[in-house]
């Protein structure tokens, strides 16, 4: 059975000192393709890196709207070069945020030394990486928190992929996945909605079409935290869980279970979905 996680960050520090370790994982569990997710300018040259050493990954370069407001002035010459050097390269992990703006607390460690880019800049820079994709032909990686109703609104208005794009660990309302999936979204479920406290987010996956539906870790964020992880990592000095990336096989086991189907066949359709959308 082979397994397929839409959005990663394999780059990320966390797990950089554990890469051999999670690489003889993944490879047990018969991984078969891997979003890596670039955020910044400074992390697309680790992603490159992977990509060149695990033939299962596919890179992915974008500047994140966390990372929107501390963008070097040369980063859209940095990805378009990125895009025409790497075939194999698609665009994200790029999109809006206004959680950043309007609920995180002043001093959240995640958001420590980065300007809180306000909407319209963020909006900017996605939507000149959006069309950059459209431009090339590249499925995009979609982040958003708290902005859904500017995410349409763009995606209405501006060129997007023919291949379509990925609103990864989707959390908006169930009302607009029709709406979405009309612009050629696929949407991923994330594992941590398999905790009893998620029926929100978990439930609105019974709406999700079949032929649009992936998996994601997000390592080495969002850990499972139930029964289904089934891989450990050290965990951070302050405590934090470190999600890893082997856990996709619990993603899958969760999910199928969540819908009742059988996991094999869950599998087939997100490969089916997967190679649609990436390769």
């Known amino acids: ?14 797990l950089l000192p554990h890469l051999d370790r999670i690489a003889a994982d993944l490879a047990a569990i018969g991984i078969a393709g891997a979003v890596v997710n670039g955020t910044t300018p400074d992390d697309w040259p680790q992603v490159s890196a992977l990509a060149g050493r695990f033939p299962w990954v596919v890179p992915s370069y974008g500047v994140h709207p966390w990372d929107c407001g501390n963008r070097p002035t040369d980063w859209q010459g940095r990805l378009e070069s990125r895009l025409a050097t790497e075939p194999r390269a698609r665009v994200g992990e790029i999109g809006l945020d206004r959680w950043i703006l309007d609920r995180a607390k002043p001093d959240d460690p995640r958001l420590t030394g980065l300007r809180r880019a306000p909407l319209d800049e963020q909006l900017e820079v996605f939507v000149w990486q959006l069309e950059l994709a459209a431009t090339h032909g590249l499925a995009v990686s979609i982040h958003c928190i708290d902005a859904w109703g500017a995410l349409l609104d763009a995606l209405r208005t501006v060129k997007r992929p023919v291949q379509g794009f990925l609103l990864h660990a989707y959390a908006g309302p169930v009302e607009m996945i029709k709406t979405f999936a009309d612009l050629g979204a696929y949407f991923s479920f994330n594992g941590s909605y398999l905790d009893p406290k998620r029926d929100t987010q978990r439930n609105v996956f019974k709406s999700v079409p079949a032929d649009r539906l992936l998996v994601e870790t997000d390592a080495p964020a969002m850990p499972l935290r139930n029964g289904w992880r089934r891989h450990e990592l050290p965990v951070q000095p302050d405590g934090t869980l470190v999600n890893h990336p082997a856990n996709i096989a619990g993603v899958y086991a969760g999910l199928s279970d969540f819908l009742g189907q059988r996991v094999d ?15």
């Open 265 to 279: 066949m869950l599998a087939a359709q997100v490969e089916q979905n997967f190679t649609r959308l990436y390769l």
């Open 1 to 14: 059975m082979k397994l397929y996680d839409a959005h990663l960050h394999l780059q990320d520090e966390w």
